[in-house]
């Protein structure tokens, strides 16, 4: 029985098949929804008579035609539309049914015939008998959307199945669970969707690489960069040889900089196709290109550019001593490596402008360790939050305290190239804001801890003349002030569990309620107001209170006992004296992830509880784990190893490892002459103990009003068609959206590169206004200036601060974003800028944590002694440190030692 769909021929089939190279004369270019991006890009190529190799592209339009005739439209259209579209795991499962279709239905008789014949044309030139088949997909409604490395590339075909085999896999690769996801992701909608597939004449490479007409590190448009090996460019892609890396100067074609490296392999094509082949001779240390192949090259890139009107990614290729150009596309991320150098001028030009004649300094805040590189929307709120005005400033307000003018209306705090610093100047205005008090720069300098205290210094050069006669009023407010404090410390866990979480409670079931569909967008905007009042200024400040009271006690403690025993002995008790506490909500969820890993509690159950918070949690625009569930089942796996210790068990190990401290605690400070102070450390530990854990659990709160407030802003988005660009909008924006709809959809553009560049600088604790040249620049030298216990260390050892104590040794394994980590082994130490509680199943194998940012109340810190085991903070960490190498960590002298 015939496969030729009704009322077509062979002349029609002819129709989706479009042959560009070598000796193709191209008189029209097709679009991108006819060919796809990589097809476009071969025909402009052939049209501006380059080196191309020939072939042709199968367009979109034989998809439709293999679909249809097939009758799998309709049944694509129903398995597509029984999941969700953001639901990865679903997507992903009727992927497998779909290509499994697609492998099983036969091509349509015409069609086959004429794939058939081109291949017989492009084969018959001379050049060659085996081809390469790749996908070139794209969206018919979405014809920019990249869809780069998300589909199948087959190579040294050469034969008419088998390439029939594989253009059919290759419009079966665009429901690969991989594609599935990456649309999913970018919210690339199902309808529409089609494939067209590059068939090209395979060259046999003597040597190929990649060439990129500017440089896509330093973003510099006066270089090129020419990777290059030796054979086909398979083994640059996979991994598996490191390329010659050529820096060209653009004008002159000459080298200015060249790394041979020694390649143990190339890909070649052999009797069995192309396979990789061990290197040996001259050839593994040999160069690829003589200085005067880089400038033919380099002089063929200079003219793609040229005609693209944009700077290239080019793939090439050399065969019979001549240049092949085989793709050549935008270089992806080049408008950020070009921004890097023009966004941190411009940081510089900002800081010199606040800080005029005067000298300042702005010190990293805590809040940078879970919020670094905030989009533009987290930080108006979150600004706003730490505020005078705000949930933060409401607090220091309840304890009688008088932030000044411009602390309610400007906070304290200053974002400098994405990181969140705090401003000595304005944070004086924190406490009292008619007291000329500040802070000491000299000593902020020496020791930023100093801003974590209220300032100490009186400025009598801006104290007006009416000073001493308010002396005694502020001397009272003051006396006032610490009386407020100390019947708040006691009253603050009572009223946060007994008020304010029935409150949250309240405003989240009405907030479950409201159908924000139906909303207009200035009602939706109206909401957002309403969620974020109550969630970041009323609700806000009392969520810290208990936590602000646990670490204040805490810190008392530590000073007693560092007074004492000294730093080092002084802050390891503390430490385990502060561990294994009751309450804490971090242990609990890792508790009951460990239950759901046993099959003890549901996936859901742990949803219900947890299913708001998120990794990076602080950035609104970060998916909560009930939206995208698949890093949490990979961690469920993590926890359902045999030879795991229950969380519970270690918790009891760590609440047995204190009570002995606790029961010992008499005899320790007899021995150390501190016996007189047994009852008021005792009274600061009991404090601390019972108030700490809200650290966590006000937090735990606080996210879930978080998530109500993101609701309504992915509605906003969602209602603009903006993926995900509205957390790059101004709060005060969003109200003038649909009437400058065009511009602000360009400054969104803009930000998300700010963004990005501004991940490529390297930020110091500290900023002086002094020194502001080399800001954002990595220092050669090792960072003696870190904070360090008051101890010795060699000079090969890193310097850092202990957080937790003990030592291990493993292997480093340096991790940015805990959902691509992946599998790290066993026995490693963990280097990370810092956690929070989406890196928490990351310390069920860790022998050891090193954090960039961080204090003794730290997430990190809190967890790893619960773990039991080091941790130090060591600034720069994720750049000092190799990935892979051997290292230990001494979490109770707070250095690192390197072991290899």
Not at 107 to 118: G, R
Not at 294 to 299: D, G, K, N, T
Request: with cysteine; glycine share 10%; aromatic share 8%.
């Amino acid at each position: 029985m015939s496969n030729q769909p009704q009322n077509s021929n062979v002349g029609n089939a002819r129709s989706c098949i479009r042959p560009f190279g070598l000796g193709v004369k191209v008189s029209q270019i097709p679009g991108l929804t006819e060919v796809g991006g990589k097809g476009t890009n071969l025909f402009k190529l052939t049209a501006a008579e380059f080196p191309v190799p020939g072939g042709y592209v199968i367009d979109t339009g034989a998809y439709r035609r293999f679909i249809t005739a097939g009758g799998l439209v309709g049944r694509i259209g129903e398995l597509a539309a029984q999941v969700d579209e953001n639901d990865v795991e679903g997507l992903g499962r009727i992927a497998g049914s779909i290509r499994e279709m697609f492998a099983n239905t036969p091509m349509p008789d015409d069609l086959a015939a004429a794939i058939k014949e081109a291949y017989g044309r492009v084969v018959s030139a001379g050049m060659g008998d085996r081809i390469a088949v790749r996908s070139s997909a794209t969206a018919e409604d979405l014809p920019e959307a990249s869809f780069a490395g998300q589909q199948d590339t087959y190579l040294n075909i050469g034969g008419e199945e088998s390439l029939l085999r594989a253009v059919k896999s290759c419009w079966g690769s665009l429901w690969t669970d991989r594609a599935v996801a990456y649309r999913a992701k970018h919210n690339v909608p199902v309808e529409g969707l089609a494939m067209a597939v590059v068939v090209q004449l395979m060259v046999k490479a003597e040597a190929s690489g990649v060439m990129f007409t500017a440089n896509p590190v330093t973003g510099s448009a006066d270089e090129i960069v020419i990777n290059a090996t030796w054979g086909l460019g398979e083994a640059i892609v996979g991994g598996h040889v490191t390329p010659d890396m050529i820096v060209v100067d653009k004008s002159t074609g000459k080298v200015k900089e060249i790394t041979v490296s020694e390649k143990t392999v190339m890909t070649a094509e052999t009797e069995h196709g192309t396979e990789e082949v061990e290197l040996t001779g001259d050839r593994r240390n040999a160069r690829v290109l003589d200085d005067a192949a880089v400038a033919e090259l380099a002089e063929i890139g200079r003219r793609i550019e040229a005609h693209y009107g944009s700077s290239q990614d080019i793939e090439w290729a050399v065969a019979g001593g001549r240049f092949a150009m085989l793709q050549a596309r935008p270089i992806q991320g080049l408008e950020v490596a070009q921004d890097v150098e023009i966004g941190r001028k411009e940081e510089i030009a900002r800081l010199e402008a606040i800080a005029g004649d005067h000298h300042r300094v702005w010190v990293i805040y805590n809040l940078d360790e879970t919020m670094a590189h905030p989009t533009p929307m987290t930080w108006d709120l979150m600004k706003h939050f730490m505020s005078g005005d705000g949930g933060f400033g409401q607090m220091y307000r309840d304890f009688g305290y008088q932030p000044s003018e411009v602390v309610c209306k400007e906070g304290f705090l200053e974002l400098i190239c994405g990181h969140v610093y705090a401003d000595p100047k304005r944070n004086a205005g924190l406490f009292w804001s008619q007291v000329p008090m500040e802070y000491n720069i000299e000593q902020v300098l020496e020791d930023p801890a100093t801003m974590e205290q209220a300032p100490n210094k009186l400025n009598m050069e801006e104290a007006d003349p009416a000073f001493f006669l308010r002396l005694p009023g502020w001397i009272w407010a003051m006396i006032r002030c610490g009386r407020r404090m100390k019947k708040a410390r006691r009253q603050a866990r009572i009223r946060f569990e007994n008020e304010w979480v029935p409150r949250l409670e309240e405003f989240l079931a009405q907030a479950a309620k409201t159908d924000l569909a139906k909303m207009t967008p200035a009602q939706l905007i109206e909401e957002l107001d309403r969620r974020r009042q109550f969630v970041l200024t009323e609700f806000g400040g009392e969520s810290l209170k208990p936590g602000f009271f646990g670490g204040m006690a805490q810190g008392t403690m530590q000073a007693l006992l560092t007074q004492l025993m000294g730093q080092v002995k002084g802050d390891d008790l503390t430490r385990t004296l502060t561990m294994g506490l009751e309450g804490d909500v971090t242990i609990e969820q890792n508790i009951v992830l460990y239950r759901v890993a046993r099959g003890q509690m549901t996936l859901k159950q742990f949803m219900d509880r947890f299913g708001h918070r998120a990794s990076g949690e602080m950035e609104l625009a970060e998916p909560r784990w009930r939206e995208q569930t698949d890093y949490i089942e990979q961690m469920v796996q993590t926890f359902s190893s045999p030879t795991l210790k229950s969380p519970e068990e270690r918790h009891r190990e760590q609440s047995e490892a204190r009570a002995k401290a606790e029961e010992a605690l008499p005899e320790t400070l007899t021995h150390w002459g501190g016996a007189s102070l047994y009852e008021k450390i005792v009274d600061e530990m009991k404090t601390a103990q019972e108030l700490l854990p809200y650290r966590e659990t006000g937090k735990f709160h606080l996210m879930r009003g978080y998530e109500a407030i993101r609701a309504v802003l992915l509605e906003l988005d969602r209602r603009w068609e903006l993926d995900g660009g509205v957390f790059f909008l101004h709060l005060d924006e969003l109200s003038k959206f649909e009437s400058d709809r065009s511009a602000l959809a360009e400054q969104i553009r803009k930000r998300k590169v700010r963004w990005q560049s501004a991940k490529k600088l390297t930020m110091p604790e500290v900023i002086d206004s002094h020194d502001l040249e080399e800001l954002g620049l990595m220092k050669a030298s090792l960072p003696a200036e870190a904070p360090i216990a008051a101890s010795t260390a060699s000079a090969s050892e890193l310097k850092g601060k202990p957080i937790a104590s003990g030592m291990a040794t493993g292997t480093a394994r340096i991790v940015f974003d805990p959902k691509t980590a992946g599998n790290l082994g066993d026995s490693y130490i963990l280097v990370c800028p810092s956690t929070d509680p989406g890196w928490t199943p990351l310390f069920v194998n860790a022998r050891g944590l090193i954090v960039e940012r961080g204090g003794i109340l730290s997430h990190g810190a809190i967890v790893a002694r619960d773990f039991g085991i080091p941790a130090v903070v060591c600034e720069n960490a994720t750049k000092l440190l190799r990935d892979g190498g051997r290292i230990t960590v001494d979490g109770t002298r707070g250095v690192i030692i390197p072991q290899d």
